[in-house]
């Protein structure tokens, strides 16, 4: 029966918004836990995990920057960790991977193609920044291209795969399923595969219905029921994608990485308020959440008792 069950993601704080923008952001390693744990309690069975800098909020991939707050999350709660090997677009996939490799999650994320990557359209939204790398991150995104060559994903996949870590395998636009689907025929990846596919960022696809259906049925006609899909929705959209995927038996993912807020022109105050609110969206479409051991079994991870902090 865990199969038909919805596993909820919660992306705590991710590396794409600044603290400049919302005052609720997790940024201290005891933010980052306290926002995991409170996500969890809401129903998260999956929290995504970054790390940042706790006096300017940058993004931080160092793996000590990841350990005070991954033990807290491991000692109080069973839910499942997901460590990003994202990290932060202007990164190496080196530097990516090193959080992962050091702390070997149940799962991982791993981008599967390269794309442009605009943030900068933000800087029309927000006047004010306290630190002096927030604008400029955010003007750099104008000739940024995140870099997720065919070399750094089998870079990615040869490190991690002997953790038998899983991956939340993310693909913005329809080539990167022809990538994964690349690294699957090759056999750098294995069934069940945990595909989240992410709309509304500048640079991928876009957050159309449309748009939603035309990866899922490029999804279906490429790996069948080898695969369980998840969504996110960037921004406004979140709410808005989440829906239309749990309507059509698929698993969801929010959290204050993907989008700062909780309804038109309010903030959400904490990442479990985003939880709850995809929560009730399922459960009125008559549908039940996934718990941590069920998101387990369904994605058939290594187990909890079985990564490195």
């Known amino acids: 029966m865990a199969s ?8 705590v704080t991710g590396s794409i918004h600044t603290p400049s923008m919302s005052p609720h952001l997790p940024v201290t390693p005891a933010e980052i836990a306290e926002s995991a744990l409170g996500a969890a309690a809401a129903g998260a069975a999956i929290v995504h ?35 990003t090997t994202g990290g932060s677009p202007y990164m ?44 400029q991150m955010l003007e750099g995104s104008h ?3 995140f870099r997720n060559s065919f070399r750094d994903i089998r870079y990615a996949l040869e490190t991690l795969n002997g953790s038998a870590a899983r991956y939340e395998l993310e693909c913005y636009d329809t080539s990167h399923l022809y990538n994964l689907h690349y690294f699957w025929t090759e056999g750098l990846v294995k069934a069940p595969l ?13 957050s159309h219905p449309d748009d939603v259906m035309h990866m899922k049925r490029t999804a279906d ?18 709410m808005q994608v989440a829906a239309m995927a749990a309507s059509m038996g698929g698993n969801v993912r929010v959290g204050l990485e993907d989008s700062l807020w909780i309804g038109a ?4 105050q904490t990442n479990a308020e985003q939880v709850t609110q ?32």
């Open 92 to 135: 190496t996939v080196e530097e990516r991977v090193r959080p992962a490799a050091t702390w070997k999650p149940e799962v991982a994320s791993l981008n599967m193609g390269s794309m442009n990557f605009g943030l900068f359209p933000m800087l029309k939204r927000y006047k004010s920044f306290k630190h002096d790398w927030e604008p």
């Open 4 to 11: 038909h069950k919805v596993i909820i993601s919660c992306a």
């Open 194 to 206: 945990f595909i989240q596919t992410c709309f509304g960022l500048l640079g991928g696809i876009g």
């Open 278 to 309: 995809v929560r009730k969206i399922i459960e009125g479409l008559g549908l039940e959440i996934a718990t941590p051991d069920e998101a387990r079994e369904i994605l058939q991870l290594k187990g909890g008792d079985k990564v490195a902090f």
């Open 49 to 83: 995990l970054h790390a940042r800098n706790p006096v300017d909020g940058r993004p931080d991939q160092s793996p000590e920057a990841f350990e005070p707050f991954l033990r807290v999350i491991k000692q109080s709660s069973n839910v499942v960790v997901n460590l």
């Open 143 to 145: 000739d940024l291209v």
């Open 265 to 268: 022109g309010r903030l959400a």
């Open 221 to 238: 006609r490429l790996f069948g029921d080898n695969y369980r899909w998840s969504v996110l929705g960037a921004g406004r959209a979140q």
